[in-house]
Nanobody, 128 residues
Framework: QVQLVESGGGLVQAGGSLRLSCAAS????????MAWFRQAPENQREFVAG????????INADSVKGRFTIKRDNAKSTVFLEMNSLKAEDTAVYYC?????????????????????WGQGTQVTVST
């Protein structure tokens, strides 16, 4: 089992920044590709950003390109989501997720089904 705990959410004005963290425990963190998803009220959960086991292969959803950056620190078993130029439409509960991939440089999956491990979520609210 992999346990994931997100932190760093909160209320921020449009144009502002937040940094989300997700601390992992239970298994070898570097064996897992990591991703952030989000879910707004009455919306389906959507992919935001993903990062390979090595950290060298990242992918962002089109809606956050140029604004969000995903990073990981394998020594600290933590994945981060740096969010800049926040917009009202970024308001959602943000979840981190972990999925085993055999290749350390393999791109993280961009759909939710391959991820067996999820955190409890952290609320991000962007005010206008």
């Amino acid at each position: 089992q992999v346990q994931l705990v997100e932190s760093g959410g909160g209320l921020v004005q449009a144009g502002g920044s937040l940094r989300l963290s997700c601390a992992a425990s239970g298994r070898t963190f570097s064996n897992y590709a990591m991703a952030w998803f989000r879910q707004a009220p009455e919306n389906q959960r959507e992919f935001v950003a993903g990062i390979s086991r090595s950290g060298g292969n990242t992918i962002n959803a089109d809606s956050v390109k140029g604004r969000f950056t995903i990073k990981r620190d394998n020594a600290k078993s933590t994945v981060f989501l740096e969010m800049n130029s926040l917009k009202a439409e970024d308001t959602a509960v943000y979840y981190c997720a972990a999925a085993y991939t055999p290749d350390i440089n393999q791109r993280a999956p961009t759909t939710s089904i391959p991820y067996p491990y999820w955190g409890q979520g952290t609320q991000v609210t962007v005010s206008t």
